[in-house]
């Protein structure tokens, strides 16, 4: 089974702070993908990656970052977290065109 | 990228009942399509993929109709443990997958 592993199930950080959520997946995967979803909204996605080092906005990309310096670990970085960004985060994998499989989350809450 | 619908609902329906939900995707070149299953504070789950030709696994039938641009899930003899939201998904052979909003189910003893 693919294991799509985040580092916190729940965080809680503060205004200004810079925020990292980390995903590992162990499926060699090419895509990665990091949405956040809110109530009525759906999933929106924020950066995607197809690649090593190589990464495309989303819908949502303003005040966030990605990394993928590894096949396996693709970052999402809030350089300066705001409330607004109170949030589940919500990291996928996948092959080319075969469906995604999703991390189990992080809640996050920023004060 | 172009748009996937969904009734949010919810569906309020007894155990025992069939129950049918159905997504339009507006892209006509849209290849690859899926269900997935989403409880609670939880995190998205494959449910099935959805073939040309219509597939079923135990009490879940999915089917795709492209003609009218629209993918269905079927439900029978529903169980408490199918309350959930079903997100259907459309690939259009890009590298993202567009999600519907979900449409959330519930049964009822």
């Known amino acids: 089974d693919v294991k799509v592993t985040q580092s916190s199930r729940y965080l809680v950080k503060r205004t200004g702070e810079k925020v990292f959520l980390e995903c590992v997946q162990d499926m060699d995967h090419e895509n990665m993908f990091w949405y956040r979803q809110d109530p009525g909204l759906g999933l929106r996605l924020i950066y995607f990656?197809?690649?090593?080092?190589?990464?495309e906005k989303g819908d949502i990309p303003e005040g966030y970052s990605v990394s993928r310096e590894k096949k396996e670990r693709f970052s999402l970085i809030l350089e300066s977290a705001s409330t607004n960004q109170t949030s589940m985060y919500l990291c996928?994998?996948?092959?080319?065109?075969?469906?995604?499989?999703f991390g189990d989350g992080t809640r996050l809450s920023i004060l | 990228r172009k748009e996937v619908e969904q009734d949010p609902g919810p569906f309020n329906v007894p155990e025992g009942a069939t129950v049918a939900f159905n997504c339009t995707y507006s892209n006509s070149a849209s290849q690859s399509f899926f269900w997935y299953r989403q409880d609670c504070r939880k995190e998205p789950k494959l449910l099935m993929s959805v073939y040309s030709s219509g597939n079923e696994d135990g009490r879940f039938t999915a089917q795709l109709n492209r003609a009218s641009q629209y993918i269905s899930l079927l439900i029978r003899d529903s169980k408490l443990s199918d309350s959930a939201t079903y997100l259907c998904?459309?690939?259009?052979?890009?590298?993202?997958?567009?999600f519907g909003r979900g449409t959330s189910l519930i049964v009822h003893p």
């Open positions: 990656s197809y690649d090593v080092k190589m990464k």
């Open positions: 996928a994998s996948s092959l080319a065109r075969q469906p995604q499989h």
């Open positions: 998904v459309v690939n259009e052979g890009s590298y993202i997958p567009t």
